[in-house]
């Protein structure tokens, strides 16, 4: 299994709402990302997980709740998001260390919140 | 702060020309640098570069890393519609992926 699998792939949610998304890997790897791209623009770092710790949250709002139950997944809840929030909020993975490593991403999930 | 830059920003060319893709960089930690092709969802990888001077080949796609300048060019030959997309560059240093603007690359019938 070589492929990172995010649900939902889109997601339409209230700004009162609570929701997930989900990330899962059976790569073996043990750093996990969770990235946001607004249209047009590059992928910007939200969350690192690495060894199932959060080593790097790039000042995200309290809105957003990483969670890395295990090895294998990634959740991010979200709460009280705001209509610029909406954006495709991409997972990936990779090796820790060693030379010969490389990121997967996921295919997305599209986020619009009303 | 890490910093990585592509150019152009945009190419309109015709099928069957040659494009070379631009991207230059400045990080700490230097681990390797990455291409990836992105249309409607989610980056797929190209290539990615540790060691300067060794060209990486797949297909019509060649790219190159010069870790004494700080940048690395991606090729296309014999472009064709298909290849129409946004071509992204990274930078990876320790845990951080940084990512280019990235080329948007139309190619005309």
């Known amino acids: 299994d070589t492929e990172v699998t995010q649900t939902p792939k889109h997601l339409v949610m209230g700004m009162t709402n609570k929701k997930s998304l989900k990330c899962e890997q059976h790569?073996?790897?043990?750093?996990m990302y969770w990235y946001k791209q607004k249209a047009k623009k590059p992928p910007e770092l939200m969350f690192v997980?690495?060894?199932?710790?959060?080593?790097i949250n790039e000042s995200v709002p309290s809105r957003f709740s990483p969670e890395c139950p295990n090895s294998s997944l990634l959740n991010l809840h979200l709460h009280a998001l705001q209509p610029e929030d909406s954006a495709l909020y991409l997972c990936a993975s990779s090796q820790v260390t060693g030379r010969d490593y490389g990121y997967t991403f996921g295919s997305g999930t599209r986020l619009t919140v009303v | 702060e890490d910093k990585v830059v592509q150019s152009p920003l945009s190419l309109v060319v015709h099928e069957g020309d040659t494009v070379t893709l631009n991207c230059s960089y400045e990080v700490t930690n230097f681990r390797s640098l990455l291409w990836y092709k992105q249309e409607k969802k989610a980056p797929t990888f190209l290539f990615m570069l540790t060691s300067s001077g060794i060209e990486k080949k797949s297909g019509r796609l060649s790219s190159i890393l010069d870790k004494k300048e700080l940048f690395s060019i991606l090729n296309i030959t014999a472009t064709q519609t298909g290849d129409s997309a946004i071509y992204l560059c990274?930078?990876?240093?320790?845990?951080?992926?940084?990512f280019g603007e990235g080329t948007q690359l139309t190619v005309n019938p």
């Open positions: 997980y690495s060894y199932e710790k959060l080593s």
């Open positions: 990274a930078v990876a240093s320790g845990s951080r992926l940084t």
């Open positions: 790569m073996g790897h043990r750093a």
